[in-house]
Protein backbone atom coordinates (compact mmCIF):
# COMPACT_ATOMS: atom_id res chain seq x y z
CA UNK A 1 0.00 0.00 0.00
CA UNK A 2 1.20 3.61 -0.47
CA UNK A 3 0.00 6.95 0.88
CA UNK A 4 -0.42 8.47 -2.68
CA UNK A 5 -3.70 9.17 -3.43
CA UNK A 6 -4.98 7.95 -6.66
CA UNK A 7 -6.57 10.45 -9.13
CA UNK A 8 -10.49 10.02 -9.43
CA UNK A 9 -12.39 9.75 -12.43
CA UNK A 10 -13.31 13.14 -13.20
CA UNK A 11 -9.87 14.28 -12.56
CA UNK A 12 -8.86 11.92 -15.57
CA UNK A 13 -11.65 13.04 -17.71
CA UNK A 14 -10.08 16.54 -17.79
CA UNK A 15 -6.49 16.08 -17.02
CA UNK A 16 -5.29 16.11 -20.71
CA UNK A 17 -6.93 19.42 -21.74
CA UNK A 18 -5.97 21.32 -18.44
CA UNK A 19 -2.29 20.59 -19.09
CA UNK A 20 -2.69 21.21 -22.77
CA UNK A 21 0.25 23.45 -22.71
CA UNK A 22 2.79 20.94 -20.93
CA UNK A 23 1.91 18.69 -23.57
CA UNK A 24 2.54 20.57 -26.43
CA UNK A 25 5.35 19.30 -29.21
CA UNK A 26 7.14 22.90 -28.24
CA UNK A 27 7.67 21.80 -24.04
CA UNK A 28 7.55 18.00 -24.80
CA UNK A 29 10.38 17.44 -27.33
CA UNK A 30 12.79 18.37 -25.46
CA UNK A 31 11.93 16.09 -22.43
CA UNK A 32 11.49 12.95 -25.19
CA UNK A 33 14.83 13.89 -26.47
CA UNK A 34 16.30 13.73 -22.97
CA UNK A 35 15.10 10.38 -22.30
CA UNK A 36 15.29 8.66 -25.54
CA UNK A 37 19.00 9.31 -24.90
CA UNK A 38 19.24 8.07 -21.86
CA UNK A 39 17.22 4.84 -23.15
CA UNK A 40 19.04 4.52 -25.96
CA UNK A 41 18.34 0.91 -28.12
CA UNK A 42 17.12 -0.79 -24.42
CA UNK A 43 13.77 -0.40 -22.83
CA UNK A 44 11.97 2.34 -20.45
CA UNK A 45 9.55 2.16 -17.30
CA UNK A 46 7.61 5.01 -16.58
CA UNK A 47 6.74 5.46 -12.62
CA UNK A 48 3.13 7.11 -12.66
CA UNK A 49 2.74 7.07 -16.26
CA UNK A 50 -0.86 8.59 -16.50
CA UNK A 51 -2.67 9.32 -19.43
CA UNK A 52 0.56 8.98 -21.51
CA UNK A 53 1.35 12.78 -21.68
CA UNK A 54 5.25 11.93 -21.76
CA UNK A 55 5.06 7.89 -22.32
CA UNK A 56 3.00 7.83 -25.85
CA UNK A 57 5.25 10.07 -27.82
CA UNK A 58 8.12 8.50 -26.08
CA UNK A 59 7.09 5.63 -27.87
CA UNK A 60 6.15 7.00 -30.91
CA UNK A 61 9.92 7.92 -31.05
CA UNK A 62 10.53 4.35 -31.33
CA UNK A 63 11.55 3.32 -27.38
CA UNK A 64 9.82 0.26 -25.75
CA UNK A 65 7.85 1.73 -23.01
CA UNK A 66 5.97 0.11 -19.82
CA UNK A 67 4.09 1.76 -17.43
CA UNK A 68 3.08 1.59 -13.56
CA UNK A 69 0.32 3.61 -12.64
CA UNK A 70 -1.79 3.84 -9.39
CA UNK A 71 -5.15 5.66 -11.23
CA UNK A 72 -7.53 2.73 -12.99
CA UNK A 73 -9.18 6.02 -14.04
CA UNK A 74 -5.57 7.64 -15.62
CA UNK A 75 -4.90 4.64 -17.41
CA UNK A 76 -7.77 4.19 -18.88
CA UNK A 77 -7.23 7.88 -20.63
CA UNK A 78 -3.93 6.73 -21.92
CA UNK A 79 -5.63 3.09 -23.36
CA UNK A 80 -7.93 5.23 -25.41
CA UNK A 81 -4.85 6.68 -27.03
CA UNK A 82 -2.53 3.45 -27.37
CA UNK A 83 -3.45 -0.41 -26.98
CA UNK A 84 -1.45 -2.51 -24.26
CA UNK A 85 0.58 -4.43 -26.63
CA UNK A 86 2.00 -1.27 -27.66
CA UNK A 87 2.54 0.39 -24.28
CA UNK A 88 1.66 -2.27 -21.45
CA UNK A 89 0.80 -0.52 -18.05
CA UNK A 90 0.32 -2.33 -14.98
CA UNK A 91 -1.83 -0.73 -12.11
CA UNK A 92 -0.18 -0.41 -9.00
CA UNK A 93 2.10 2.16 -6.86
CA UNK A 94 5.58 3.18 -7.65
CA UNK A 95 7.35 2.50 -4.79
CA UNK A 96 6.53 -1.74 -4.40
CA UNK A 97 5.21 -2.78 -7.80
CA UNK A 98 7.17 -4.92 -10.08
CA UNK A 99 7.11 -5.69 -14.01
CA UNK A 100 8.55 -8.26 -15.53
CA UNK A 101 12.43 -7.69 -17.19
CA UNK A 102 14.82 -5.23 -17.06
CA UNK A 103 15.21 -1.75 -18.52
CA UNK A 104 17.89 0.47 -19.28
CA UNK A 105 15.66 3.90 -18.52
CA UNK A 106 13.25 4.01 -15.52
CA UNK A 107 12.00 7.82 -14.85
CA UNK A 108 9.61 9.92 -12.83
CA UNK A 109 8.49 13.31 -14.10
CA UNK A 110 6.45 16.24 -13.28
CA UNK A 111 7.05 16.09 -9.45
CA UNK A 112 5.37 12.94 -9.09
CA UNK A 113 7.69 11.75 -6.23
CA UNK A 114 6.42 13.98 -4.10
CA UNK A 115 2.76 11.98 -4.40
CA UNK A 116 4.62 9.49 -1.99
CA UNK A 117 4.09 11.36 1.55
CA UNK A 118 6.51 9.39 3.67
CA UNK A 119 9.96 9.69 3.51
CA UNK A 120 10.72 5.98 3.85
CA UNK A 121 7.79 5.78 0.85
CA UNK A 122 10.50 7.84 -1.48
CA UNK A 123 13.39 5.21 -0.41
CA UNK A 124 11.65 2.43 -1.71
CA UNK A 125 10.80 4.48 -5.06
CA UNK A 126 14.51 4.95 -5.34
CA UNK A 127 14.94 0.88 -4.51
CA UNK A 128 12.40 -0.29 -7.13
CA UNK A 129 13.74 1.68 -10.02
CA UNK A 130 17.22 0.19 -9.07
CA UNK A 131 15.58 -3.28 -9.17
CA UNK A 132 14.54 -2.74 -12.83
CA UNK A 133 17.13 -1.17 -13.90
CA UNK A 134 20.00 -3.25 -15.72
CA UNK A 135 23.43 -2.50 -15.33
CA UNK A 136 24.40 0.84 -16.65
CA UNK A 137 21.02 1.95 -16.57
CA UNK A 138 19.55 5.48 -15.64
CA UNK A 139 17.02 6.80 -13.09
CA UNK A 140 15.84 10.16 -14.42
CA UNK A 141 13.97 12.25 -11.59
CA UNK A 142 12.26 16.01 -12.63
CA UNK A 143 11.77 17.57 -9.63
CA UNK A 144 10.59 21.28 -8.20
CA UNK A 145 13.39 22.70 -6.34
CA UNK A 146 11.08 23.75 -3.05
CA UNK A 147 10.44 27.60 -3.25
CA UNK A 148 11.53 28.19 0.66
CA UNK A 149 13.29 31.44 0.23
CA UNK A 150 9.79 32.93 -0.50
CA UNK A 151 8.41 32.19 2.17
CA UNK A 152 8.67 35.58 4.68
CA UNK A 153 8.75 35.08 8.47
CA UNK A 154 5.70 33.79 9.50
CA UNK A 155 4.33 33.30 6.26
CA UNK A 156 2.98 29.65 4.81
CA UNK A 157 1.83 30.12 1.46
CA UNK A 158 3.35 30.61 -2.27
CA UNK A 159 1.36 31.96 -5.08
CA UNK A 160 2.28 29.55 -8.41
CA UNK A 161 -0.37 30.63 -10.70
CA UNK A 162 -2.59 33.44 -10.30
CA UNK A 163 -4.72 33.85 -13.97
CA UNK A 164 -7.61 34.44 -15.69
CA UNK A 165 -9.13 30.75 -14.69
CA UNK A 166 -6.98 29.31 -12.17
CA UNK A 167 -5.41 30.79 -9.24
CA UNK A 168 -2.78 27.98 -7.32
CA UNK A 169 -0.94 28.65 -4.41
CA UNK A 170 0.89 26.44 -2.45
CA UNK A 171 1.03 26.10 2.03
CA UNK A 172 3.77 24.19 3.77
CA UNK A 173 4.23 22.62 6.90
CA UNK A 174 7.58 23.17 7.48
CA UNK A 175 8.44 21.03 10.62
CA UNK A 176 6.76 17.52 8.87
CA UNK A 177 8.05 19.06 4.97
CA UNK A 178 4.94 18.67 3.49
CA UNK A 179 2.77 21.01 0.84
CA UNK A 180 -0.28 21.07 0.14
CA UNK A 181 -1.26 22.52 -2.95
CA UNK A 182 -4.25 24.58 -3.70
CA UNK A 183 -6.47 25.11 -6.80
CA UNK A 184 -9.22 27.28 -7.98
CA UNK A 185 -10.20 26.89 -11.53
CA UNK A 186 -12.91 28.55 -13.49
CA UNK A 187 -15.31 26.02 -14.97
CA UNK A 188 -17.13 27.71 -17.63
CA UNK A 189 -18.51 31.55 -17.94
CA UNK A 190 -20.77 31.78 -14.82
CA UNK A 191 -18.28 32.93 -12.56
CA UNK A 192 -18.21 29.25 -10.39
CA UNK A 193 -14.85 28.08 -9.66
CA UNK A 194 -13.93 24.67 -8.61
CA UNK A 195 -11.64 23.96 -5.59
CA UNK A 196 -9.05 20.92 -5.54
CA UNK A 197 -6.37 20.60 -3.36
CA UNK A 198 -3.41 17.57 -3.35
CA UNK A 199 -0.98 16.67 -0.68
CA UNK A 200 2.52 16.19 -1.69
CA UNK A 201 6.19 15.09 0.25
CA UNK A 202 8.99 17.72 -0.71
CA UNK A 203 12.38 16.73 -1.28
CA UNK A 204 15.60 18.52 -1.99
CA UNK A 205 18.09 17.21 -4.42
CA UNK A 206 20.87 16.21 -1.47
CA UNK A 207 18.01 14.38 0.23
CA UNK A 208 17.31 12.36 -3.47
CA UNK A 209 21.16 11.47 -3.69
CA UNK A 210 21.01 10.36 -0.07
CA UNK A 211 18.21 8.05 -1.40
CA UNK A 212 19.83 6.89 -4.50
CA UNK A 213 23.20 6.03 -2.45
CA UNK A 214 20.77 3.99 -0.45
CA UNK A 215 19.33 2.43 -3.42
CA UNK A 216 22.83 1.77 -4.89
CA UNK A 217 22.68 4.36 -7.47
CA UNK A 218 25.32 6.76 -8.43
CA UNK A 219 24.48 10.51 -9.24
CA UNK A 220 25.70 10.84 -12.85
CA UNK A 221 24.16 14.27 -13.70
CA UNK A 222 21.85 17.41 -12.55
CA UNK A 223 20.17 20.03 -15.40
CA UNK A 224 18.08 22.77 -14.45
CA UNK A 225 15.87 21.58 -17.43
CA UNK A 226 15.42 18.96 -19.97
CA UNK A 227 16.71 21.38 -22.51
CA UNK A 228 20.27 20.37 -20.55
CA UNK A 229 20.73 24.31 -19.31
CA UNK A 230 22.95 24.44 -15.89
CA UNK A 231 21.53 23.85 -12.26
CA UNK A 232 21.84 26.98 -10.36
CA UNK A 233 21.18 28.69 -7.32
CA UNK A 234 17.80 30.10 -8.94
CA UNK A 235 16.56 27.24 -10.89
CA UNK A 236 12.91 26.40 -10.11
CA UNK A 237 13.55 22.67 -10.91
CA UNK A 238 16.13 20.03 -11.54
CA UNK A 239 16.07 17.22 -14.16
CA UNK A 240 18.43 14.86 -11.79
CA UNK A 241 20.11 11.43 -13.25
CA UNK A 242 21.54 8.46 -11.12
CA UNK A 243 23.14 5.31 -12.71
CA UNK A 244 23.25 1.81 -11.63
CA UNK A 245 27.18 0.49 -11.92
CA UNK A 246 28.27 -2.35 -13.83
Request: proline share 5%.
Amino acid sequence: MTSSEPCTHATADRYDAEEAEASSAAVLGPTIAFLAEFAGEGRALEFAIGTGRVGVPLRERGVPVVGIELSEHMAAVLRRKVDEDRLPVVIGDMATTVVPGGFALVYLVYDTITNLLTQDEQVECFRNAARHLEPGGRFVIELGVPPLRLLPPGQVAVPFDVSQRHLGFDTFDLVEQMLVSHHFTRDGDDGRYRRENSRHRYAWSAELDLMARIAGLELERRVADWDGSAFAQDSAKHISVWRKPT
